[in-house]
């Protein structure tokens, strides 16, 4: 089995890192994709980031049906993803991660106030995530880990949140399955939605970049049946 680990537009690669490591100490194969994105040009960056991540696929054996693995924004993503890729996957899994929904910009499928937050955000000038050390102390406690985690974000312009992203017609046409990091809040409702669909829920006790505090533990989540 061939898991492909999704990360979130707002990061890089690197939160997935420890992971993978963990998964081929086991001999399971784990792919990274990097989703990257040319704001300057006018493709939609979901349609850039899906097509990015399928490239993955390339290096597949043609029979190989992957797991797509989503974290955060990464899970709206799923869908475009297998599109673009028009090869069958073998499951998406969503790990404390938003669900996919056609109906919607980004910024409205957020918990609460996100999208006044939002808002905001850009209204001053800023882009999100804006977020500093101090705000992810308690969320990765790993001083080199969160410094790392900080570098490589990748604040997104404002038309990135005014994306909807397609779902295409039939999905899902895999199973699916939810892994929810406890601490975190923010992803109680896609939880809760998951389950409402009949998706098999694990539950770790973390917050929403556990891949970067026990890699052991999210790996072993990952591939469990």
Same mark, same amino acid.
């Not at 707002?10 to 490591?21: I, K, M, N, T």
């Not at 939609?44 to 290096?59: C, I, Y």
């Not at 406890?182 to 829920?201: D, I, M, Q």
């Given at each position: ?28 194969? @784990? $792919? ?8 300057s040009i006018g493709q ?16 597949l054996p043609p029979h ?43 910024? @409205? ?11 905001? *955000?850009?209204? @001053?000038?800023? !882009? ?8 992810? !102390?308690? $969320? ?9 985690? *900080? ?28 892994? !929810?990091?406890?601490?975190?809040? @923010? ?7 998951? $389950? ?25 989540? *990952?591939?469990?049946?």
């Open positions: 089995m061939v898991f492909l680990l999704i990360h979130s537009p707002l990061v890089s690669p690197g939160s997935w890192r420890l992971v993978a490591e963990e998964l081929s100490r086991h001999n399971v194969v @784990a $792919v990274t994709p990097d989703l990257d994105g040319d704001e939609p960056l979901w349609q850039q980031h899906a097509q990015a991540a399928a490239e993955a696929f390339r290096g190989e049906r992957p797991v797509l693995v989503g974290h955060s924004g990464a899970g709206s993503l799923l869908p475009a993803i297998r599109q673009a890729a028009s090869r069958p996957v073998a499951g998406y899994l969503f790990v404390d991660a938003g669900l996919p929904d056609g109906n919607h910009a980004r910024m @409205a499928i957020g918990e609460g106030d996100f999208a006044e937050q939002l808002q905001q *955000i850009y209204a @001053a000038g800023r !882009r999100y995530p804006d977020w500093t050390e101090e705000m992810l !102390r308690d $969320v990765v406690p790993e001083p080199e880990r969160r410094r790392q985690l *900080i570098s490589e974000l990748r604040p997104q312009p404002f038309r990135f949140w005014q994306e909807t992203v397609p779902v295409f017609e039939g999905w899902p046409d895999a199973p699916c399955g939810y892994l !929810r990091f406890l601490t975190n809040p @923010a992803y109680e409702g896609p939880a809760s939605e998951a $389950v409402a669909r009949g998706w098999p829920l694990r539950e770790i006790a973390g917050d929403h970049f556990h891949m970067l505090v026990d890699p052991a533990a999210v790996a072993r989540a *990952i591939v469990s049946p």
